[in-house]
């Protein structure tokens, strides 16, 4: 159809059509008024008197920040999150990561499923273990606690003075069924069904996206710094937050950071922005870090009360933050308290291992892969792998279907029948050495 003059001339502004089914009646005449309502969109002229609303401001698409507007239509901004170790959620996933590590060093083939919740002077332990292994696990909460710093007797949640209560079963017989009872060990059933990805990216060495990967590195050296008394006023409870200005696929420097850290009540505001400014970030962000970043220091005001004596904390409430910061997908599933047999983990971590090894063999510098399972079952209902235009497809998808991703292969092949997992809890599962799927 045949573009009508009155769209032609709507071109200068930012049309956005109401409802091409909409007729303009009596009764909306005074919303008319308020508003303008002008040409008819070319569906709409077929069917008399309907229009659509117009914001007179301009069609070229900007991105807005505190910096001011981006004029340039391939600019655009991304935004990551981390959090410390005494955030209350990764309080929990901590102690979850340890109750399996507990496990898997005695008996390497324990089915966990361990959740989480601390609030208070309160840690639940609940869901379902089934293992040879003999492990005190209001002990291993404890020493998991008092490894972050939640020490205080003063606070609430301390931890030796915490209440542990235990909620714990052994497996469902029709999972273990599903997962072990096959005759060839080979075809181990996923242990669930779902959805996992994996991801890797060429703008960082890490193969990491840098929001992410700096705003972990904030939050890591908050923890070193606490932990080595360099700053003796900060506590365990805080958050990062990197905004990266990017052009097309490509990072060009950081417009954002924002750092929220849990603090005694004497020190002031003024020195906790001194050190986040002039001697955190210059050494979290090196080469990122400019002259031109707008700073934001605990925004709120004061942050005296934080961690488990404030906030609930539960397992797995951190997916994002242990991913790819957003930028990539992300299938639902949770990390912490799950042993190898649970591909919610396990194919997370070799679908990474898979996307690295696409940017490491250029066949792309951007790669995502997305697989699926059926719970019992041994090999995956469907592959995905996407290289966002950075290769060749077709010979990325060849390349991934030379990995075998069922359940059993992929334990083997990264070796993940090891105490290994209180290492991955904090500051990201991805992008740091020392990792099997890392390598």
């Given at each position: 159809?045949?573009?009508?003059?009155?769209?032609?001339?709507?071109?200068?502004?930012?049309?956005?059509?109401?409802?091409?089914?909409?007729?303009?009646?009596?009764?909306?005449?005074?919303l008319m008024r308020?508003?303008?309502?002008?040409?008819?969109?070319?569906?709409?002229?077929?069917?008399?008197?309907?229009?659509?609303?117009?914001?007179?401001?301009?069609?070229?698409?900007?991105?807005?920040?505190?910096?001011?507007?981006?004029?340039?239509?391939?600019?655009?901004?991304?935004?990551?999150?981390?959090?410390?170790?005494?955030?209350?959620?990764?309080?929990?996933?901590?102690?979850?990561?340890?109750?399996?590590?507990?496990?898997?060093?005695?008996?390497?083939?324990s089915r966990v499923?361990?959740?989480?919740?601390c609030k208070g002077?309160?840690?639940?332990?609940?869901?379902?273990?089934?293992?040879?292994?003999?492990?005190?696990?209001?002990?291993?909460?404890?020493?998991?606690?008092?490894?972050?710093?939640?020490?205080?007797?003063?606070?609430?949640?301390?931890?030796?003075?915490?209440?542990?209560?235990?909620?714990?079963?052994?497996?469902?017989?029709?999972?273990?069924?599903?997962?072990?009872?096959?005759?060839?060990?080979?075809?181990?059933?996923?242990?669930?069904?779902?959805?996992?990805?994996?991801?890797?990216?060429?703008?960082?060495?890490?193969?990491?996206?840098?929001?992410?990967?700096?705003?972990?590195?904030?939050?890591?050296?908050?923890?070193?710094?606490?932990?080595?008394?360099?700053?003796?006023?900060?506590?365990?409870?805080?958050?990062?937050?990197?905004?990266?200005?990017?052009?097309?696929?490509?990072?060009?420097?950081?417009?954002?950071?924002?750092?929220?850290?849990?603090?005694?009540?004497?020190?002031?505001?003024?020195?906790?922005?001194?050190?986040?400014?002039?001697?955190?970030?210059?050494?979290?962000?090196?080469?990122?870090?400019?002259?031109?970043?707008?700073?934001?220091?605990?925004?709120?005001?004061?942050?005296?009360?934080?961690?488990?004596?404030?906030?609930?904390?539960?397992?797995?409430?951190?997916?994002?933050?242990?991913?790819?910061?957003?930028?990539?997908?992300?299938?639902?599933?949770?990390?912490?308290?799950?042993?190898?047999?649970?591909?919610?983990?396990?194919?997370?971590?070799?679908?990474?291992?898979?996307?690295?090894?696409?940017?490491?063999?250029?066949?792309?510098?951007?790669?995502?892969?997305?697989?699926?399972?059926?719970?019992?079952?041994?090999?995956?209902?469907?592959?995905?792998?996407?290289?966002?235009?950075?290769?060749?497809?077709?010979?990325?998808?060849?390349?991934?279907?030379?990995?075998?991703?069922?359940?059993?292969?992929?334990?083997?092949?990264?070796?993940?029948?090891?105490?290994?997992?209180?290492?991955?809890?904090?500051?990201?599962?991805?992008?740091?050495?020392?990792?099997?799927?890392?390598?």
């Amino acid at each position: 159809m045949e573009t009508p003059r009155c769209l032609e001339r709507a071109t200068p502004l930012d049309v956005r059509k109401v409802s091409s089914e909409a007729k303009v009646s009596a009764g909306s005449s005074r919303l008319m008024r308020r508003r303008r309502f002008a040409f008819r969109a070319p569906d709409a002229c077929q069917r008399k008197g309907a229009c659509i609303e117009t914001h007179t401001r301009r069609t070229s698409i900007s991105t807005h920040s505190q910096q001011g507007v981006l004029r340039n239509p391939r600019q655009h901004v991304f935004t990551s999150e981390s959090v410390t170790e005494g955030h209350p959620d990764k309080v929990s996933d901590f102690i979850a990561d340890s109750v399996l590590d507990a496990h898997l060093a005695q008996d390497p083939q324990s089915r966990v499923a361990c959740e989480v919740l601390c609030k208070g002077a309160h840690v639940i332990l609940a869901g379902e273990i089934s293992s040879t292994a003999v492990v005190d696990h209001a002990e291993i909460a404890r020493t998991a606690i008092r490894e972050i710093g939640y020490t205080d007797p003063t606070q609430e949640f301390n931890a030796d003075g915490v209440h542990i209560q235990q909620l714990l079963t052994t497996q469902a017989p029709e999972i273990a069924r599903g997962v072990d009872g096959h005759f060839d060990r080979k075809d181990q059933g996923a242990g669930d069904q779902g959805i996992m990805f994996g991801y890797a990216t060429d703008e960082t060495p890490e193969l990491m996206p840098i929001p992410i990967a700096l705003a972990h590195r904030l939050g890591r050296m908050l923890a070193e710094d606490r932990h080595a008394g360099v700053e003796p006023w900060l506590r365990p409870d805080g958050k990062t937050q990197v905004s990266v200005l990017y052009e097309g696929n490509r990072p060009i420097r950081i417009m954002n950071v924002l750092v929220s850290t849990q603090h005694t009540p004497e020190v002031s505001r003024e020195d906790i922005s001194e050190y986040v400014t002039r001697r955190l970030s210059p050494r979290a962000l090196g080469d990122w870090h400019s002259d031109s970043i707008t700073f934001t220091v605990n925004p709120a005001g004061t942050f005296v009360f934080g961690g488990p004596s404030t906030d609930c904390g539960v397992t797995g409430r951190k997916i994002i933050v242990d991913t790819y910061g957003g930028a990539a997908h992300h299938g639902g599933g949770a990390f912490s308290g799950k042993d190898p047999s649970k591909v919610d983990r396990t194919a997370a971590y070799f679908c990474r291992y898979v996307a690295r090894q696409i940017v490491l063999q250029r066949l792309a510098s951007r790669a995502e892969i997305q697989v699926a399972y059926a719970i019992g079952l041994a090999k995956p209902v469907s592959i995905k792998v996407d290289a966002f235009g950075t290769g060749d497809a077709r010979e990325a998808e060849e390349f991934v279907r030379t990995f075998d991703f069922r359940p059993a292969a992929m334990i083997e092949r990264l070796n993940l029948l090891q105490p290994i997992y209180r290492k991955t809890t904090n500051y990201g599962h991805f992008g740091r050495p020392g990792l099997p799927w890392e390598g």
